[in-house]
């Protein structure tokens, strides 16, 4: 008997078990929205420990609206329950992507679009099961390629070949959805230094793209992708590997040899423009230097970049 309980004190543990008066001290959020209109930002926020109840925060930048956020109603905001998160279209951009990547360990939570006003849509639908449920529906009876993942969001965001797109929802008619989809790449991103972000944060590790070669342009796609960084000797040390493939080439050994500067130029292309970002160190370059402590600017401007690029060809997958 005692051997039973210490092994599911054990399983509690690593299941992430919260004891009840810890939870009733917590504001669970379970799905999400923001909006930015009249040059202010709009969080709403679904609370499930409060009966299912919306909060609404107003700041002048995202980072001023999560932090009002931090407690509501006298209880710590708790995030790790997120399933859904709803953009207005007017925040589909690099600002939003970058805030929510870096701000938000999980990128496993829906993401869904709206032209509507986010209070209307909230006061007909804020719980995550009216969301999964339309979801659900979509991918049964839609041909289209539907992101439905943070992850999908930012890798298809900068997909310079396929066409897949966001689902883009509505309150009108008392239906959450009416067949309706964005595409991602309407999504506004600086494609190369959006690539190298996420790729460094492990945030993608697949992405398709095009390459121009020999006058002719050719689909590649490059995936399994793994980011390793180290700060020794002054010097940021990076290494990239991951496979390429190309449905328009059984030869791989230039283009291979293209996407990789193509990669090593997006790379530096960020971390170089932190050079000239004196009062804005960005959480990509502190995620890099030793991870534990603050990069202070005047280390990083005189630091040294070293950039190794591996990929292999599909043909030499078997040989891994």
């Not at 945030?203 to 020999?214: A, E, G, Q, R, V």
């Not at 290494?239 to 059984?250: A, E, H, L, W």
């Amino acid at each position: 008997m005692k051997k039973i309980i210490i092994l599911l004190i054990v399983l509690l543990i690593f299941l992430g078990y919260t004891p009840y008066n810890e939870l009733n001290s917590l504001a669970v959020v379970d799905t999400l929205g923001i909006e930015f209109t009249d040059n202010k930002y709009y969080l709403y926020l679904n609370v499930i420990n409060d009966d299912n109840k919306v909060y609404k925060v107003t700041g002048d930048s995202l980072g001023e609206v999560f932090l009002k956020a931090r407690n509501i109603d006298n209880k710590k905001t708790y995030y790790k329950h997120l399933e859904v998160v709803i953009f207005n279209t007017n925040t589909l951009n690099d600002n939003t992507l970058n805030f929510f990547k870096d701000e938000f360990t999980s990128i496993d939570y829906l993401v869904l679009a709206t032209s509507d006003n986010l209070s209307d849509l909230f006061n007909k639908y804020h719980k995550r099961s009216d969301y999964k449920s339309f979801i659900r529906k979509e991918k049964e009876s839609s041909a289209s390629i539907i992101n439905t993942t943070f992850k999908e969001v930012l890798s298809s965001s900068l997909d310079d070949v396929k066409d897949s797109f966001l689902p883009l929802i509505s309150y009108k008619d008392n239906l959450i959805s009416k067949g309706v989809y964005i595409p991602s790449k309407d999504i506004t991103l600086d494609n190369g230094m959006a690539r190298a972000n996420y790729l460094l944060n492990g945030k993608i590790d697949t992405f398709n793209t095009k390459i121009d070669l020999d006058n002719k342009s050719y689909e590649v796609v490059l995936y399994d992708l793994k980011a390793s960084t180290k700060y020794k000797d002054n010097t940021i040390k990076i290494k990239i590997t991951g496979n390429i493939d190309s449905p328009d080439s059984n030869d791989l050994t230039k283009l291979k040899k293209k996407a990789s500067k193509m990669l090593e130029n997006n790379i530096k292309e960020l971390l170089n423009s932190e050079k000239n970002n004196k009062y804005n160190i960005s959480n990509t370059i502190n995620h890099i230097y030793l991870r534990k402590r603050k990069l202070d600017y005047n280390t990083y401007k005189n630091t040294n970049i070293n950039i190794d690029i591996n990929l292999l060809e599909k043909e030499k997958n078997n040989y891994d």
